[in-house]
């Protein structure tokens, strides 16, 4: 596609459920990334990707997150028992490995866990 | 401990006059800087890069200066329109790839 796809747009959920949200990043795109954003902050790094393989995990906040990409395109950030601070917009991004410049970002994904 | 930071939270510019938004970071091994805009409702969208080598980096009405040795960088635009308003994101990392370190935001209004 044209740019970053992330579904749904908005997920609301309850407290202890288990929850999926999906990126497609942009066609031949390498680098994948995800980020999380709370009211009035900026983005927070979570975790990258470059092909199939996690280059670094060092932002998720605990082993309740977990991210996949196993065919080096689509992705999938899963949160195993949500909480309500988990509650935020998941925004993903993707860029060419080497590429100058930003990285393309998604619109996100906005969570309520209630 | 916020290593990259905005301290303004807020900014009004009068459309046609210079708008100046600021960041600090704190991190000496940051060598690549970014600003982002950010619509309400979207995903931040890339505006302009600089890399440490570097202390100016033009582009159209945008211009990002850094100085390294205060370890400011700043985003000007001249003139401003009113569809400059938006939220205004600075982020730095150590290399090109990898992950970005973001300040809180500026929120720009320009007014007709």
């Known amino acids: 596609g044209a740019g970053v796809s992330q579904t749904p747009s908005n997920k609301v959920t309850e407290k202890g459920k288990y929850v999926e949200l999906r990126c497609d990043p942009i066609s031949g795109h390498t680098a994948l990334y995800w980020y999380r954003q709370s009211l009035g902050q900026g983005p927070e790094f979570l975790i990258y990707f470059q092909g199939t393989g996690a280059a670094d995990d060092s932002g998720l906040p605990n082993d309740r997150f977990f991210a996949v990409r196993p065919e080096g395109s689509v992705s999938t950030l899963k949160i195993q028992r949500t909480e309500r601070g988990d509650s935020a917009v998941y925004l993903c991004?993707?860029?060419?490995?080497?590429?100058?410049?930003?990285?393309?970002f998604g619109s996100g994904t906005r969570l309520t866990v209630v | 401990d916020q290593q990259v930071k905005q301290n303004s939270p807020s900014l009004s510019v009068q459309e046609g006059r210079i708008s100046i938004l600021n960041c600090d970071y704190t991190n000496s091994m940051f060598d690549y800087f970014l600003w982002y805009k950010k619509y309400p409702a979207e995903g931040p969208t890339f505006l302009i890069s600089i890399s440490s080598i570097k202390d100016k980096n033009e582009d159209g009405r945008f211009t990002v200066f850094l100085n390294k040795s205060a370890k400011h960088l700043s985003l000007h635009i001249v003139p401003s329109q009113p569809g400059d308003s938006a939220v205004y994101f600075c982020a730095a990392s150590t290399g090109r790839q990898g992950n970005l370190i973001f300040g809180k935001g500026t929120k720009l209004s320009v007014k007709p």
């Open positions: 991004a993707s860029s060419l490995s080497g590429q100058g410049g930003g990285y393309t």
